[in-house]
Nanobody, 124 residues
Framework: QVQLVESGGGLVQAGGSLRLSCAASGFIFSTYGMGWFRQAPGKEREFVAAIGRWSSTVYADSVKGRFTISRDNGKTTVYLRMNSLKPEDTAVYYC??????????????????WGQGTQVTVSS
């Protein structure tokens, strides 16, 4: 049974940092591409960052230079380090898994498995 379990969300002041984790199980993690998406209230879900099986990465322009995605295949976990947080980063953050780990995908429909999400709230 595939599971993606996010953790690390919370309330933080603008300018602060958080690290999200997504623990994966039920599939061969090292061969999958992993992504982070977010959805703010009243908005569509949007791409944040992705990492391929060989650790190539892609970021949304809105987070480039502030967020870092990484993976630990031994722990079957993907991380999202978020620095210099802004109120507009407030959203539910989801991790997702893409079977084709050779491609670093930005489209949510390329991802087969999703976590339940973790709330990130940035106060001004």
């Amino acid at each position: 049974q595939v599971q993606l379990v996010e953790s690390g969300g919370g309330l933080v002041q603008a300018g602060g940092s958080l690290r999200l984790s997504c623990a994966a199980s039920g599939f061969i993690f090292s061969t999958y591409g992993m992504g982070w998406f977010r959805q703010a209230p009243g908005k569509e879900r949007e791409f944040v960052a992705a990492i391929g099986r060989w650790s190539s990465t892609v970021y949304a322009d809105s987070v480039k230079g502030r967020f870092t995605i990484s993976r630990d295949n031994g722990k079957t976990t993907v991380y999202l380090r978020m620095n210099s947080l802004k109120p507009e980063d407030t959203a539910v953050y989801y991790c997702a898994a893409n079977r084709d780990g050779l491609r670093v995908e930005v489209g949510e429909f390329e991802y087969e498995y999703w976590g339940q999400g973790t709330q990130v709230t940035v106060s001004s």
